[in-house]
């Protein structure tokens, strides 16, 4: 057999380690960079980048209420901003977004009040622990921007807002009992006592909503009639409902009131400007139906909600009708079909006395 050169058992090697050599530096693997959005509901989103080389700048990323601060990684030195001309990938990585809150001025008007703060700085979706104010002879009833309760919620408001200081001259949460109305649907036992809130006081009176949806009727004779001077739970609330409800000396103390419509009553429904100026929160914002009004026919939804006395619990709330039939969402019902009814009425002060819980 034919002796190789002896050149040839010692180029193997070399010509292994070329090989070697061409593979590792012409080879480039591919990565994953994966763009994290830095908080929660955020979508991911990845790139495909080959090995030494730089990861293209991504799309501009918003976020409300917030300001981005450029993408952050995480290496064994702790967190640094990722620079996209010199950083290189040689692994799999992920790029987080990092955020700098956007905060808003809130100015506060104590309203005749004393308050140690003027001014209070929020961001969206922050939520808000306002100042509580201090008023000789009022009760304190929450900071209002506009027609919306401020304080103890999220912060919703995209700029500078003007917060004021409601106060009202009663206890939060006060409540008097006149009048009986059958209510747990056991005729057997009589007619309960009417529980009612106290939502306003003027000129030695007190204003009263009903604490529950009593009843279950309709607005108007004609379908989608929104008509209070006409209207069939006009004629019932001063009717029906005033005769049975309450006793000869319990209708003393109740005030004729002459409502914008042109009309005075004894009793009637809020309006939506009733809602927008009296204080109403928690428990006076949901209808809770009685047992004899879901009886007669009442729909109710049963929903988990914090009331005003930071209690949490599930209850089964119901629409209810405003006068003229307007609408708020989740609590108060459109006219042209059957629906709740929630009286409210004024009544002199003298009655209060000895009365109120």
């Not at 293209?56 to 967190?79: L, Q």
């Not at 009553?265 to 929160?281: A, C, G, P, T």
């Not at 089964?316 to 108060?332: E, K, N, V």
């Amino acid at each position: 057999m034919k002796k190789l050169p002896w050149w040839v058992p010692y180029s193997i090697p070399v010509v292994l380690f070329a090989v070697i050599m061409i593979f590792i530096f012409t080879d480039t693997p591919e990565y994953t960079v994966k763009f994290s959005p830095g908080y929660d509901g955020g979508r991911d989103k990845t790139e495909t980048v080959e090995r030494k080389d730089t990861v293209p700048v991504p799309d501009e990323i918003y976020r409300p209420g917030h300001i981005f601060a450029g993408w952050w990684y995480k290496d064994e030195d702790g967190w640094r901003l990722w620079d996209f001309e010199n950083d290189k990938v040689y692994e799999d990585i992920t790029l987080t977004a990092r955020w700098e809150r956007v905060t808003y001025p809130i100015h506060l008007n104590a309203n005749g009040g004393e308050c140690d703060m003027t001014e209070y700085k929020a961001s969206i979706n922050e939520i808000l622990d306002l100042p509580v104010p201090k008023r000789e002879g009022y009760t304190f009833a929450g900071w209002f921007i506009g027609e919306f309760a401020a304080d103890n919620g999220l912060f919703v408001f995209p700029g500078e807002c003007f917060a004021k200081a409601k106060w009202v001259t009663y206890p939060l949460g006060m409540t008097v009992k006149i009048g009986h109305f059958e209510q747990d649907n056991d005729p057997q036992n009589g007619p309960e006592e009417i529980e009612w809130y106290v939502v306003d006081y003027k000129d030695g009176k007190y204003f009263l909503l009903s604490k529950y949806v009593l009843t279950y009727r309709q607005y108007g004779e004609i379908l989608y009639d929104r008509t209070w001077e006409t209207s069939l739970m006009r004629e019932y609330l001063n009717g029906e409902f005033y005769d049975t409800a309450f006793t000869e000396q319990e209708k003393q103390f109740i005030t004729p009131t002459a409502l914008p419509e042109g009309v005075t009553d004894r009793v009637f429904l809020l309006s939506k400007q009733d809602v927008k100026e009296v204080v109403i929160d928690g428990f006076l914002i949901m209808g809770i139906a009685t047992d004899y009004a879901v009886d007669q026919g009442l729909e109710v939804y049963n929903i988990f909600f914090n009331p005003m006395h930071k209690d949490r619990g599930t209850y089964d709330i119901a629409w209810y009708y405003l006068r003229g039939a307007s609408t708020l969402p989740g609590a108060f019902s459109n006219v042209g079909r059957k629906d709740g009814v929630r009286p409210a009425m004024w009544i002199d002060e003298s009655y209060v006395n000895g009365n109120q819980e």
